[in-house]
């Protein structure tokens, strides 16, 4: 079943097993969603939050600082630092549930709230064991480009953009947003199959929900930037690491990053064929079998 704790205007949703028993202690779950989602986003954070419900544990999803029913000021900021702390803001709710057992808590991510979960795992240690679906760096997708190529001097254009509008908006101007995916009107046939797929996920009606309008300030770039999901992962990420990706993904070179450089010595990246990025949000036939693994890692590393 699912049991909101809040109401849907409120930030976080507790999915519980079909045979909840408050006199029981379970393992629990943050499910983090992506970058310009919320919780309730078609169904890909509720949705894996649901199935590992179904599969015994307790998982909790929320919506980001700044974003969706969460608070914050201003709004639409993306800002990787505060991401990595709503994780852990999730754990440290969990540790007061007496159903919840405090040494069993991980953490699940999806495309960049992936990347948030593993950087915040790298220094909360409370976290058992995480793991990434479509596992994506959201600094380096920034920094690099979605397909790593994006040269410097068109990063050092971005931060002289940024620098320009934090100094008009100290002087009073209006703040400026840009979208996370592209609009249906910006693509063309040199657009990722990744940023067409997530037009067609995030901008339909079927997927759009109204607190998700595709925008971001313009000014969480140069945090963005400055962000690397994988620093101090080859130290401090000893936890098990699980990554699952589509065969048929544009983004595969940060799960492989995620692995390579991890320090945990239990760390597995599988493989879902013929998926890509998008179709593990929530594709069926992609889905089950990234659930069925999920449930398993969780079971047997918390």
């Known amino acids: ?12 949703e507790l999915h519980l097993p079909a045979d909840f028993d408050e ?17 309730e986003q078609s169904p890909s954070p509720g949705l894996y939050a649901s199935k590992l419900a179904e599969n015994g544990l307790v998982a909790l999803t929320f919506d980001a600082s700044h974003q969706g029913a969460s608070g914050g000021e201003p709004r639409y ?6 991401r990595g702390e709503d994780v852990r803001c999730a754990v440290d709710y969990l540790t007061t549930l007496p159903f919840v057992d405090a040494g069993r808590i991980g953490a699940l991510g999806i495309c960049a709230g992936a990347g948030y979960s593993i950087s ?3 220094t909360d240690r409370r976290i058992k064991a995480v793991a990434g679906v479509s596992p994506t760096d959201a600094g380096s997708a920034i920094r690099e480009g979605w397909d790593g190529k994006l040269p410097v001097d068109e990063q050092i254009k971005m931060l002289d953009m940024v620098a320009a509008q934090r100094t ?10 840009m979208p996370y995916v592209p609009e249906a009107d910006a693509l063309d046939e040199n657009t990722a199959v990744t940023m067409r797929e997530a037009n067609n996920y995030y901008r339909t009606p079927s997927a759009q929900h109204p607190n998700s309008p595709n925008k ?24 098990p690491l699980l990554l699952v990706v589509g065969s048929e993904s544009d983004a595969r070179r940060h799960a492989d990053t995620f692995h390579g450089e991890a320090a945990s010595t239990d760390k597995e990246v599988l493989t879902i064929e013929g998926a890509t990025h998008v179709d593990l949000y929530d594709v069926p036939k992609h889905v ?8 398993s890692f969780f079971a047997g590393k918390l």
Request: charged content about 20%; cysteine-free.
């Open 23 to 39: 006199a029981a202690t379970y393992r629990a779950v943050v499910v983090t969603h992506p970058a310009g989602s919320v919780k």
């Open 77 to 82: 900021l993306e800002n990787p630092v505060e």
């Open 168 to 177: 008009a908006e100290a002087k009073g101007a209006a703040v400026q947003y």
């Open 120 to 122: 915040a795992a790298t």
């Open 216 to 239: 971001v300030l313009l000014t969480s770039l140069d945090k963005l930037l400055a962000f690397s999901a994988s620093d101090r992962i080859g130290t401090l990420l000893t936890q």
């Open 288 to 295: 089950e079998p990234a659930v069925a693994k999920l449930a």
């Open 1 to 12: 079943m699912i049991s909101r704790v809040m109401s849907s205007d409120w930030p976080g």
